[in-house]
């Protein structure tokens, strides 16, 4: 089954850009994956699903600073003009068969 | 508006049984398979187990196969996670999901499941 690559910390300043990426194992490179955001103390939400082409749809209510991208194996999601309130672990998430798999997150800590 | 809300957790001592609930509603229940994701405390997101919207598949991890039976009754709109053999590992967070193409699309706000003597 797929594994999801994430790298553990990012850090930005305030407005600032920060750029997350999660990586598909061999093999998978082609295939969907999902961002969801958490909060501290707080459920999961779901922010958008990520084609291979770079192709997104975001979730109800997810404001338009988050957006996704995709280069080979890679997928991206990207925050612009950083707020305080972005500051949360983020997960991708992709299926295979009939299981699903979830990376081990990135906790953004925002300046 | 979508909204899941979960049910049954609490203390129960290893070796024990715990059966969680989750009650969909603002949207046709049937149509989607649902999941269950957990977190253990400190820890990222692990899936547990989904069920199609018939209820005719149901898929588990490697951590809960043989232990755990996911169910639904779509004349009452919700979804259940029979928990059985439970260890301290099982201590976490417990997350309904709706799964559409392929992805969780909406969660729940969870229920804690502690496996304690």
């Known amino acids: 089954q797929p594994v999801l690559t994430q790298s553990s910390s990012a850090s930005a300043s305030l407005g600032s850009s920060v750029k997350l990426t999660c990586t598909l194992s061999s093999g998978y490179s082609s295939y969907i994956i999902a961002w969801h955001q958490q909060q501290p103390g707080k459920a999961p939400r779901y922010l958008m699903k990520l084609e291979g082409s770079g192709s997104y749809n975001k979730g109800s209510g997810v404001p338009d600073r988050f957006s996704g991208s995709s280069s080979g194996a890679d997928r991206y999601l990207t925050i612009s003009n950083l707020q305080f309130e972005d500051e949360a672990d983020y997960y991708c998430?992709?299926?295979?068969?009939?299981?699903?798999?979830f990376g081990s997150g990135t906790k953004v800590t925002v300046l | 508006e979508v909204q899941l809300l979960e049910s049954g957790g609490g203390l129960v001592q290893p070796g024990g049984s715990l059966r969680l609930s989750c009650a969909a509603s603002?949207?046709?229940?049937?149509?989607?398979?649902m999941s269950w994701v957990r977190q253990a405390p400190g820890k990222g997101l692990e899936w547990v187990s989904a069920i199609t919207g018939s209820g005719g598949g149901a898929y588990y991890g490697d951590s809960v196969k043989g232990r755990f039976t996911v169910s639904r009754d779509n004349s009452k709109n919700t979804l259940y996670l029979q928990m059985n053999s439970l260890r301290a590992g099982d201590t976490a967070v417990y997350y309904c999901?709706?799964?559409?193409?392929?992805?969780?699309?909406?969660w729940g706000q969870g229920t804690l499941v502690t496996v304690s003597s």
């Open positions: 603002g949207f046709t229940f049937s149509n989607y398979a």
């Open positions: 998430e992709t299926r295979d068969s009939n299981t699903r798999v």
């Open positions: 999901a709706r799964l559409r193409d392929g992805c969780t699309d909406y």
